[in-house]
């Protein structure tokens, strides 16, 4: 009788034990991106997911007939209607971030504002995170998702820093063949911007913009601009999930399908 439970309990644990689980592609997409930014050097930040009109747009200079302002790009929190502004006058009118940019403007200020000197620190971080937009969801486009800032201030950084940053990041996320390049674009807060496209799975993919930290970026944080320059990026987490694991449509990630968890 001794031996028959031994070889029931036997049985069972080599053919019925449970299956492990795993974490959300996403997950283990973000939890790589910050392990290797982490590993070269950069500190994480965090921010609000509820942002202040002032850090997600002015301070960015992005100017106030942008079209990512609309009501029908942006998720507004209503309000009673009346203008809500700091001692500077800053807007204070609450929005769900459209970027995770706004942790650069509250890192940079409390940076200055704790008495730290750029001229013995370098700031440089990243900042992960969930933003929204308010925009029709297709195979490509949700209207929350996940996305990943890096930025580096200090002295003289320039776009080679820049380039040989993300060269490096994308060597340890794809593999020692990985290759970008960079192309002009326009960006409010960068000067000169650029897009990066990342060379996978035999062609060139357009992954993130980037730039050189705008000078108003910099002042409105109280960081002399013609002393100090910086760079900055942002890359769409999803984006970069659907082109390791094959995932088709960026909608599947968050269905509740199990299935996408075998990655």
């Not at 053919?15 to 283990?28: A, D, E």
């Not at 970027?99 to 971080?125: C, N, W």
């Not at 960081?223 to 760079?231: A, L, R, V």
């Amino acid at each position: 009788m001794i031996y028959a439970r031994f070889f029931v309990h036997f049985w069972y644990y080599q053919h019925m034990k449970p299956r492990k689980g795993k974490l959300h592609p996403v997950t283990q997409i973000t939890n790589d991106m910050v392990r290797i930014f982490t590993d070269m050097g950069f500190s994480v930040a965090m921010g609000p997911e509820m942002e202040t009109e002032w850090n997600n747009f002015d301070a960015l200079n992005v100017p106030a007939d942008h079209p990512a302002r609309d009501m029908q790009d942006t998720f507004w929190i209503k309000t009673d209607g009346k203008p809500i502004t700091d001692e500077q006058g800053h807007s204070l009118r609450p929005v769900m971030r459209t970027h995770t940019s706004p942790v650069q403007i509250r890192y940079m200020k409390e940076f200055i504002q704790s008495g730290k000197s750029l001229e013995d620190e370098t700031i440089a971080i990243i900042a992960p995170g969930k933003v929204f937009r308010n925009e029709a969801t297709d195979a490509t486009h949700e209207s929350q998702f996940y996305q990943i800032e890096g930025l580096v201030v200090g002295k003289d950084i320039s776009i080679a820093h820049l380039k040989g940053t993300l060269l490096e990041f994308f060597k340890r996320l794809l593999g020692p063949d990985a290759d970008i390049r960079l192309r002009p674009s326009f960006f409010p807060f960068v000067e000169p911007g650029v897009e990066v496209d990342a060379y996978m799975n035999g062609r060139w993919v357009e992954l993130l913009g980037a730039g050189i930290v705008h000078p108003n970026v910099l002042e409105n944080v109280g960081i002399d601009s013609t002393e100090y320059s910086g760079f900055a990026f942002g890359m769409g987490i999803d984006r970069v999930t659907l082109l390791k694991t094959g995932i088709k449509d960026i909608r599947f990630l968050y269905q509740g399908d199990l299935r996408i968890n075998q990655f």
